[in-house]
């Protein structure tokens, strides 16, 4: 696995260990499980676990909730499970191995999703090339987010959420994928800095509904001097949820 280095995230309420070189967790997945709208008692899914990110500022965050992460690769498994009980969430966090693109149909009954997948089509990254992306975050092929999307599906309950962080620029595809399904969908996006435009967003839809799109005022990550604003560190440093459905007036969905 190589060596390894101790991180802190939540300002310093989440403790976790990664890879010391190569690819490492970022803010997205400190976002991405702000917005997840789960509660004390609830079973989430995570797609694409890595070494638990996402899963450990979700157990964090919501006492009592059931994490299920599943991730291929074996060592980040390994990783993500020694990350759980470093925490005291052994018990919460549940580690499978296995590809989202074909995970078992048996996986079901969650009452939430998360996922934080692949951000670059394999059309357009060039692994070649000196300062591409780690291949983390590049599809295997045609299809990937589509399969991602309908993994979600398969594995949630009627009415259940879906959560996931990915590049603005890929909007109109998860959009499209998402029609089958899901719907009173949400978009969140993430400003860098006031005035700029989104790299990141948010987007959140319900198996089953019938709502429309509706896109949220979303929120400034930084000051013009480059230090995060309020609600950012809210966030990244207090744990603070992230209503993205009551940030356009629809509440939280009853399921």
Excluded at 11 to 25: F, I, T
Excluded at 206 to 231: E, F, M
Aim: proline share 5%.
């Amino acid at each position: 696995m190589g060596a390894l280095r101790e991180n802190t995230l939540l300002g310093g309420a989440v403790r976790m260990n990664q890879a010391a070189r190569g690819y490492r967790s970022a803010i997205d997945p400190v976002f991405l499980a702000a917005a997840v709208p789960a509660r004390a008692g609830e079973r989430v899914l995570e797609l694409g676990l890595g070494v638990g990110a996402a899963a450990l500022c979700l157990a964090r965050r919501v006492s009592g909730c059931r994490i299920t992460g599943i991730e291929r690769d074996a060592q980040a498994c390994e990783l993500a499970r020694a990350n759980a009980a470093l925490n005291g969430f052994a018990g919460r966090i549940e580690v499978l191995v296995g590809d989202v693109t074909r995970a078992p149909r048996a996986l079901g009954g969650f009452d939430h999703a998360m996922a934080n997948p692949p951000h670059l089509s394999a059309a357009r990254a060039d692994m070649g090339r000196p300062g591409q992306a780690p291949a983390a975050n590049v599809e295997d092929g045609p299809g990937t987010l589509e399969a991602w999307i309908a993994c979600a599906r398969r594995a949630l309950a009627p009415g259940g959420s879906f959560t996931l962080v990915h590049r603005a620029d890929r909007l109109d595809d998860i959009l499209a994928h998402l029609r089958s399904g899901f719907g009173s969908g949400v978009v969140f996006p993430l400003w860098p800095k006031s005035g700029t435009p989104a790299k990141r967003v948010l987007v959140q839809a319900w198996k089953g509904a019938r709502g429309l799109v509706a896109v949220a005022p979303g929120l400034v990550l930084h000051q013009a001097d480059g230090a995060y604003t309020q609600g950012a560190e809210d966030i990244l440093r207090a744990g603070a949820a992230l209503d993205l459905a009551g940030a356009i007036g629809r509440g939280r969905r009853a399921h």
